[in-house]
């Protein structure tokens, strides 16, 4: 099985700063990454596929990279309603997610 | 536009089987490449991949719940439904069925509203 871990497990930051949410994967899985938001009481939603893909209609301040095993997905300038929590998720084989980075205020 | 609703029981009693129903709308299980998957959420934790059946009744299913588990698809009622048998407390979560995202290979873009169900005796 594929794990995939994210860090850190909380980030606080404020309105207009850089985030950088980090996902590493227990093997190579190639670009077959995404990134999700999800808010309190809401289903994710999909942001970031092949690592570093923007899902139509995202900000454009958001941005992810990486191959191999380690990823990153960067917020430039934080907002207000990005606050949230964001998870990873491996495509390579089935579909692990990472544990998830919360980033408040 | 593209939905999907989860029904079923928010209360399951421990070892009793917990059946899950996911209904489709504004797309179909008919289509090649469609698939729908499930996915849960216990209470302040992270989401857990739990299996996805294809448009040709392909299946996958995360192993640590393969000999538990089921997913079967009714195409004439666009329905997706998941079998868990043997539940236990820890099996209490928040469980999704979504869409897998055409553009890759075991993502989702689209996604149901999610039903919370507990296991308690």
């Known amino acids: 099985d594929i794990q995939m871990t994210q860090s850190p497990s909380s980030v606080s930051a404020s309105v207009g700063d850089r985030v950088t949410i980090t996902c590493r994967a227990s093997q190579g899985i190639s670009n077959s990454l995404a990134w999700y938001q999800q808010k309190p009481g809401k289903a994710p939603k999909l942001l970031i596929y092949t690592a570093s893909t923007l899902q139509s209609g995202v900000p454009s301040r958001f941005s992810g990279s990486g191959s191999g095993t380690d990823f990153t997905l960067t917020i430039s300038s934080l907002q207000p309603e990005d606050f949230a929590t964001y998870f990873c998720q491996q495509g390579y084989s089935l579909g692990t997610f990472g544990g998830g980075t919360k980033v408040e205020i | 536009q593209i939905t999907l609703k989860e029904s079923g029981p928010s209360l399951v009693k421990p070892r009793q089987t917990l059946t899950l129903t996911c209904t489709l709308s504004g797309f179909s299980l008919n289509t090649r490449g469609v698939g729908v998957g499930w996915i849960r959420q216990p209470p302040g934790k992270a989401l857990e991949w739990l299996g996805l059946i294809y448009w040709d009744d392909d299946k996958r299913y995360n192993p640590s719940l393969k000999s538990r588990l089921t997913i079967t698809k009714d195409t004439s009622k666009n329905q997706v439904v998941l079998s868990l048998n043997n539940m236990a407390p820890e099996d209490a979560a928040t469980y999704y069925c979504?869409?897998?995202?055409?553009?890759?290979?075991?993502?989702?873009?689209?996604w149901g509203q999610g039903t919370l169900v507990i296991v308690s005796s």
């Open positions: 979504a869409h897998r995202f055409l553009g890759g290979p075991n993502y989702f873009d689209y």
